[in-house]
């Protein structure tokens, strides 16, 4: 057998995207990646910004969860740069910003492009502080009109499920074993006859059943996804028209989405002068669910017992609350009630057009001007009514009892509508030129002009003749309530860039960007954003050049600053709002009153960020390598701290802190032939990243279960030390005294930090685990002849989620506990990993186990994840030929097919953390266990070209 390697040749001229135009890669002097969408469609996910995950070095994109349209990541480059302002990068689409990539198709992108530090990013000056995505669609191609069509379809199944009690004779039992051990209440919560019942009944009873109620509301799902694309044109007029629909059922019943896009593009060279062109892009996203979503949907799934089905046995179709009508209190809502008391409906429309021209209008003179205009629209309609929940069980005299109707919480029907309306003009003059032969000049220069207005109104009914009416005129104007504001902001900017280079080896780049703002007073809305970097291209200098093998070489280092803006639409002004005012007899008059404080003087959010690194080729790129190590600090941090109640307003929005991030990326390549008819390539991706915090203006911030603090990364775990499982009262007479709660044998055990022989708030102790020690994702690729396998996986490591409740948690409102329960503590078996079992007590919870926050709900979360798996056949040219088709593949492949984790679930979720501005948590994430679950998908798919 004859084997001969032979390199897989990869051109050093590939032209990139970057802002405002492109440039060869091999020129390129500041960090950018970039990623093919024939890379990112390698994998069939619905929602595109999650097809970034894992495949650009420094850029996280964590999926929270796995509901129909509202799927999307979590995305962030290089660490959290801003805890006041936000730290999610700018997202522009063809050149236009976007809010998000929920609406976009996968396969309408032709690349990707990331902008990491500030060389590359500065010309978005005042929000490119946390990175840039530029996004660039297909675009028609001169030639043979092309007919391209592409579906897959899905089943997806839920992963990541908590294992439950479901036995209803062993939830009944561990159930009095709990409420025996808290102690507070001494009757239990089934008498040994109703535990009888259960126990003599036959098997499959329905009377007393068994009822697992994760396998009977989350169930495989089926999904769908269409593409159809007709692009071609002339050497003068090219043209690309593409049409995709997507509809996922959700594994959890009563969730389904659907997504229709149209985008059509058009380029035409007028003459040698002029070229013209433009881009529409039509969106509509449906999204059905129940009034409750997400987690408040799963919790009650994970907070049912075993010992009731959904209905009454009776046939009458009446909801069953709970299993005994005595056994009510502190249970929450049935999750059928949640399905049969009404609907929330978004509907989602969006516009994106844009059109320019551009001019050649001397040599190396290129005019260019773009205008743009982005609509969105959300409208939001919930019905919601109330519906009555019975006991399961009937009383003696076998009548059925009315617990309560749901307390719905938004009775009747609301409609909110949200509209956004985005508009951008910007004109831009380049200049390109080579002097005395070696000497490579190109100059750019532009100005832009954006404004943003948002628009809200919503109208509440509660009162209806019957349920079936779900329009607004139905209801009665009695109670009804009405709700419209307006927020707008705008932003004029100018930019510029040079580009130089001697004889191709040193490199210099320079940009800067001066920007106004209407979000900060009139004295301080300016901010200028200058960046500069070089590179030297050691390969082509002549000491190099008997390393024959050696393609490119190049170290490269920048230095620039950037800003961030997001934080509120008028942040410096002293805001009114309308209320009502009682000073007459006759009833309230309208006023005014002021409920924030303002500060006229806060400024722009600066980041300085540095960055050194290196790009190498070997071997016509049978070997790549790409290094980063970068350092970016954010001062000025928009942020509002405490102040005292008795001031009486909110906090004004001051510059109040400083973070810094700092990092190593690493990205490395093989790619390679074995003979003529075996191809392979592997690329390997690591990124590392270190945050901390520099400066907070009010000090330490103590907020429970974290702590931000100088020196520590931003959002730091502080809790109480688990240590184990107390085994006996001498032990705990033994032990620091517990300061809020008196412990028995079983219980939690937890360390005193600071010797003073009491447990309380002062033990809490610095914990790691907020942000991961680093991230990391290889794929592996093969090719034989008509057929190809790719692999790709991806990894977490050293990050900790905080999780506690339903599903984690023993009878909490009522839910059946996890089964790691069975061997929890107990005078024989004296477990130092599972305490006793206990009554959770609908939500009060268990004071020596929750009142504190501790890490025994600290869990690890890193993991391994094979992301996706795809086999591929390439139709012979032969016969696609003869079915009149210029290309046809087939493939199958899986998402999500295996992960290891010692975290009990599925660990990619969003990560909890310290309260934002927002009054919510910093990464949009709850400690709640209960989350709708990630998904596993098994896809098969074609893809022809007429």
Known sequence: MNIQLKPESKSLNEVVVVGYGTQKKVDLTGSVSTVSGAVLNQRSTPNAANLLSGTIAGL?????TGQPGKDAPNLQIRGMGSFGAGSSPLILVDGVIVTSLN???????ESVSVLKDAASAS????????????????????????????????????IGLPDLVWNSVEYMSMYNQGRAHNGTNSTPVYTQAQIDSYKNAPANSTQYPNYNYIDNYIKNAFSQNHHVSVSGGSENTTFNIAAGYLQQNGTVKGTNSKRYNLLVSLDSKVNKTFKVGGTVSLNKQDITEPVLGND?????IYGAGPTYAPYLTDGSGRIAKTDYSNNNAGHNRSIEYVLNSGGRVTNNYEVRAQTYLEATIAKGFTWMVKGAYNYNDQFLDVNQYAVNQYGFQPDASGNYTVLDNGSPTSLGVFNGDTRQLYANAYSTLNYKTTIATNHHLNVLGGVSVESYTQQYLSGQRTSFPNNQLTQLNAGSVTGQSLSGDQYQYALESFFGQINYDYKGKYLLQLDGRNDGTSRIS??????????????????EENFMKPLTWVDNLKIRASYGRLGNQNIGYYPYQALLNVTQYSFTSTGPIQGVNQQNLNNTDIQWEKTDNTDIGFDLSIKQGLFTATADYYNKKTSGILFKPNVL??????APVTNAGTVQNRGFELDLGHANHIGNDFRYSANFIFSLNRNEVLYLANGTQDQGMYINKVGLPYGSFYMLKWTGIYNSQDEINNSPKEAFASPKPGDLKFEDANGDNKIDANDRQITKGAFPDYTYSFRVNFSYKNWDLSTFWQGVQGVYHYVQGWGMDPFRQGGAPPTFFRNAWTPENHSQTVPAIFDYNGNSGYAPNTSQNSTYYLKDASYLRLKNVRLTYHLMPDLAKRLLLKNALVFISADNLFTFTKFPGDPERFQTGPVSQSGTDAYGATSNYAAYPQIRMFTAGLNVTF
């Not at 009109?145 to 897959?152: E, M, P, Q, S, V």
């Not at 408040?296 to 009650?300: E, T, V, Y």
């Not at 009139?522 to 970097?533: D, E």
């Not at 109640?645 to 909110?650: C, E, I, P």
């Open 60 to 64: 996280d994109a964590v999926e929270a």
């Open 123 to 158: 010309i978005y000056g005042n929000r490119a502080a946390n990175g840039v995505i530029l996004i660039t669609t297909k675009r028609g191609k001169p030639g043979t009109t092309a007919i391209n069509y592409n579906t897959d379809l899905s089943i997806n199944q839920a």
């Open 103 to 109: 609406s976009i198709a996968g396969n309408d992108i």
């Open 522 to 539: 009139p004295s301080k809305r300016w901010g200028f954003f200058p960046a500069a970097s070089i590179g030297w291209r050691l390969s």
């Open 296 to 300: 408040q949907l799963i919790l009650l």
């Open 645 to 650: 109640a008795a001031v009486g307003l909110t």
